[in-house]
């Protein structure tokens, strides 16, 4: 005798597990975590080494004992989103502040929602804003790539390329004049230059996002776009006047927009499902990031801007839905 299974929705099932999703995140980013290893020393292993296992930790103790689930750090979101944490930490940040983001992240952001799937902004993020809002000393003293070192006294910190010009265009100086006392934009491609993790070695990113495209971990709207409407905002503003606003190039090799576009705004849970839903969450992201960069008082807006932007998904995934399966289509 056939049963007839009635269940709810989905009915069709894809090759691709969360497990291997996350596993393909992470993999692309070990080129550009190696590359911070080699620009930072021991402190970037260490950093990423505290990220990782405290938001493993952080997530089976509150499932486990507090959710009363069965812990699933199986699926590699724990591990992803404190690599991503630390992607977006100084690698001098003290270990206990660390944890303290991923417990801000895991235990706010992600496991009082519900768990993976539920969390209405990225998780790893809203670990970086709180403690750059928290510790904003300690997150703005950015290391200089100094070359591999197993000793934390060898550390030397400095301004961001980001902090440099608009530090310098608020005291008068021109972007020409800025820009002498910056890293080239080749060195910015290769990452020599200070700030986190996530910050440097933009090609490194970038291949690890093609990578990601490739395997159709992601698609291109949300990183493409977003990139574009940076360099379009960014190039009107400069064509209107050069001297008082950087070029696009700058603004997309400097702080975290490679990172963000490619790894944090591409975040399942927390970005829209259709196409379009992902061109003006991408859009949108563009606009915010900088204006904040060039209006606001922040030199760096890439975050704050995707956690706005994470507001909007629901309200995005309600009006701009992909038409249902055999839906009418009118004509004329």
């Known amino acids: 005798m056939n049963l007839l299974k009635i269940a709810p929705s989905p009915h069709v099932f894809g090759k691709k597990s969360t497990k291997s999703l996350m596993s393909g995140v992470i993999l692309a980013l070990l080129p550009a975590w190696a590359a911070s290893v080699y620009y930072f020393g021991w402190g970037a292993i260490v950093i990423s080494l505290a990220a990782v296992a405290s938001c493993m930790v952080f997530e089976y103790l509150i499932q486990r004992y507090l959710m009363k689930q069965e812990p699933t750090l199986t699926d590699g979101s724990a591990a992803l989103t404190g690599l991503l944490l630390a992607f977006n930490l100084p690698s001098n940040l003290p270990i206990w502040m660390v944890v303290l983001g991923s417990l801000v992240a895991i235990g706010v952001a992600k496991m009082s929602f519900g768990g993976l799937g539920n969390n209405p902004f990225n998780p790893a993020l809203v670990g970086r804003v709180f403690l750059l809002i928290s510790f904003p000393v300690q997150m703005t003293s950015w290391p200089l790539p100094t070359g591999f070192t197993t000793s934390g006294a060898d550390v030397v910190t400095g301004a961001t390329p980001l902090a440099i010009m608009k530090e310098g265009l608020k005291g008068g100086e021109t972007v020409s004049a800025m820009m002498d006392k ?5 060195e910015l491609f290769y990452g020599h230059m200070g700030g986190s993790m996530g910050e440097i070695a933009a090609l490194l990113l970038i291949i690890g996002g093609i990578y990601m495209i490739a395997r159709k971990i992601i698609t291109w709207h949300i990183p493409v776009i977003l990139l574009g409407t940076i360099a379009a905002f960014t190039g009107i503003l400069h064509a209107v006047n050069p001297e008082a606003y950087a070029g696009p190039l700058f603004h ?23 196409k379009k839903g992902m061109a003006i ?5 563009g606009v915010i990031t900088v204006v904040i960069r ?9 975050s704050f801007a995707i956690l706005i932007m994470n507001a909007f998904v629901p309200l995005i995934n309600q009006y701009i839905k992909p038409k249902r399966f055999g839906e009418e289509v009118k004509h004329g």
Do not use: C, N, R
Not at 252 to 270: E, F, R, S
Not at 281 to 285: H, L, M, P, V, W
């Open 281 to 285: 969450f991408a859009i949108g992201i």
């Open 182 to 186: 910056i890293p080239s934009h080749m």
């Open 252 to 274: 997309l090799l400097t702080g975290g927009v490679m990172l963000g576009a490619i790894y944090m705004a591409t975040d399942y849970v927390t970005s829209p499902m259709s």
């Open 294 to 302: 060039v209006f606001g008082a922040y030199p760096e807006g890439i």
